[in-house]
């Protein structure tokens, strides 16, 4: 009678990188050719675990060599706290535990969560990436979400469905994204079926993504996917803040190598993949030790005798030390590290490391130029014409990503009074002086700030975003200053909303309450300013004065 392992078979779903678009792993996916061995998986833990030993074993005899991920129930993780069969299979594979991420799929909510939390956490501690499946349409409780503050959270396909046109389910997926960003993970998506699914996904800064759009699952692993073509996903650097963009963005799987690897293995496998622009030599622990181009390896070994001298001698002969930038680090990081690394190696792929020091994946110069480019066009076409600073979409997201992390910020609404006054008086030239001036001063205070972002929102208004503590020192370096266009005197109203953690919900509450506190500051004389916190009754005024009401004045912090 046949062995319950002869029925079964594995196909292989590449986890595209959004932003690339390279290959970054490959799901291995149970087939069963007869019964239900998925559902008999499920209700035990010894089986589970058997079968996703059986999937690394599949990909070993198939020699795919980019990261894997496996599947486990997490009620098998609950009970069975070390999964013994997969790590002994990962071993005999010649895998190392950096490059498996176990998905681990519902249910959630009807098993121990403290047993699965520690089995998570053990795995980890032992080098295992953790996804955490079917987010969105599941059991999870966000509190066990938390605890176990997965690698990576991945949709479901419902959630995924949905995206396109539904403003509902994209704040779901936004709301996720800032929890992976808070947590250092990454957001990925099941079941991309359709370009506009794709796009919907890349304009919220999702990182991976996977379905029949790029490739089916298929017997065999691939590396070639449909890449479509649409633009990088501005959300996502946006959202990223003055910093710039995540390093995990631009993730790719790096080819590793132990030290003592012979030159012509290294060869065999650059010329089998031109996918592969390099080689990491790691040590046992994975961490970087050396590293090897592909260009330049080549180059030694056709020259006249290179395959003599140096294809039975250790590859490490003619590799590089090896340039590494930390997995939190931004694109802008990487650039100042190429900088400061010899020309000649400009184009080498940057290590990118763990907190153990551990390579997980390689970035290349030419992605991360490419990115930030286009997201410098692409603020570019946002930029206001007259003064070049950032409109209201840009300064909206960033309050929403401020929101969205629990941080206290102060949102503040500068004009001009009676500016139409002042173009009629002193001519458009001297009030476009005016609006230069000003928003050139505003942005030149802010910048003493790292956080401070100054938008100029349309014709004489101005948006500023700081935290609380940092408002005295912008707002007294406007208002302090003498103002005129042409001989005419001018006067500045200046609106603050402070909102500490969890006052408000979004950007439009923020202008709502925003837009009275601006009116009570331009119904007072001479240059003023007026500030309230969010949610609470009344406000300050700071400066200025009124002759028809009395007002409640504090002094200005």
Not at 448 to 459: D, E, K, M, P, T
Request: glycine share 8%; hydrophobic share 45%; charged share 25%.
């Amino acid at each position: 009678m046949p062995a319950w392992t002869d029925r079964l078979r594995f196909a292989f779903q590449p986890v595209v990188n959004v932003v690339t678009g390279s290959v970054a792993a490959l799901e291995l996916l149970a087939r069963p050719e007869e019964g239900d061995l998925l559902r008999s998986a499920r209700r035990s833990p010894e089986l589970d675990v058997e079968i996703a030993a059986l999937a690394v074993r599949s990909a070993a005899h198939q020699e795919a060599l980019l990261p894997l991920h496996v599947n486990l129930f997490a009620t098998t993780l609950a009970q069975l706290p070390e999964p013994t069969a997969l790590l002994a299979a990962v071993r005999e594979a010649g895998r190392r535990p950096w490059e498996i991420t176990v998905d681990v799929g519902p249910p959630f909510s009807a098993l121990w969560q403290d047993p699965l939390v520690e089995a998570v956490r053990s795995l980890r501690e032992g080098g295992y990436r953790i996804c955490v499946d079917g987010v969105g349409d599941g059991d999870l409780p966000l509190r066990l979400l938390a605890e176990l503050a997965p690698d990576i959270v991945k949709l479901d396909v419902s959630l995924t469905a949905r995206l396109p046109g539904d403003d509902r389910y994209r704040a779901v997926v936004d709301a996720l994204r800032h929890f992976c960003e808070g947590i250092g993970g990454r957001l990925a998506a099941e079941g991309v079926e359709t370009e506009r699914q794709f796009t919907a996904v890349r304009e919220l800064g999702v990182h991976l993504a996977q379905g029949n759009l790029f490739a089916p699952a298929a017997r065999r692993p691939t590396a070639d996917v449909y890449r479509p073509p649409v633009p990088p996903p501005v959300a996502a650097i946006a959202a990223s803040g003055p910093a710039g963009p995540s390093v995990a963005a631009f993730l790719r799987p790096a080819a590793l190598l132990p030290l003592s690897v012979s030159a012509e293995r290294v060869r065999e496998l650059l010329t089998a993949s031109e996918e592969t622009s390099g080689v990491v030599l790691v040590d046992d622990d994975g961490v970087p030790v050396r590293a090897i181009d592909r260009d330049r390896f080549l180059l030694s070994l056709s020259g006249r005798y290179g395959h003599a001298l140096h294809a039975d001698r250790p590859a490490l002969r003619l590799a590089d030390h090896p340039r590494t930038i930390p997995l939190d680090a931004t694109a802008w990081q990487v650039l100042d590290v190429v900088a400061a690394d010899a020309r000649r190696r400009t184009g080498d792929d940057v290590a990118v490391v763990d907190p153990a020091g551990r390579c997980v994946g390689v970035v290349r110069l030419a992605d991360i130029v490419r990115s930030l480019a286009e997201s410098r066009v692409e603020e570019a076409v946002g930029l206001n014409p007259l003064t070049r600073l950032p409109g209201s979409d840009v300064v909206n997201r960033e309050l929403e990503r401020r929101i969205a992390q629990s941080r206290g910020v102060a949102v503040s609404w500068l004009d001009v009074d009676a500016f139409k006054q002042i173009n009629d008086g002193a001519g458009f030239a001297a009030g476009d002086e005016l609006i230069r001036a000003v928003g050139h001063h505003l942005a030149l205070c802010a910048r003493q700030f790292a956080g401070a972002l100054v938008g100029h929102i349309g014709g004489d208004d101005f948006l500023v975003l700081c935290a609380p503590e940092e408002l005295g020192t912008i707002a007294g370096a406007v208002l302090d200053r003498p103002w005129s266009a042409g001989r005419l005197a001018v006067t500045l109203s200046l609106a603050t909303l402070v909102c500490p953690p969890g006052r408000i919900r979004d950007h439009h509450e923020a202008a709502g309450q925003l837009a009275p506190l601006k009116k009570e500051a331009k119904a007072l004389d001479g240059t003023s300013w007026v500030r309230a916190e969010a949610g609470s009754a009344g406000h300050q005024v700071l400066r200025g004065d009124s002759r028809t009401h009395p007002v409640r004045r504090a002094a200005a912090n």
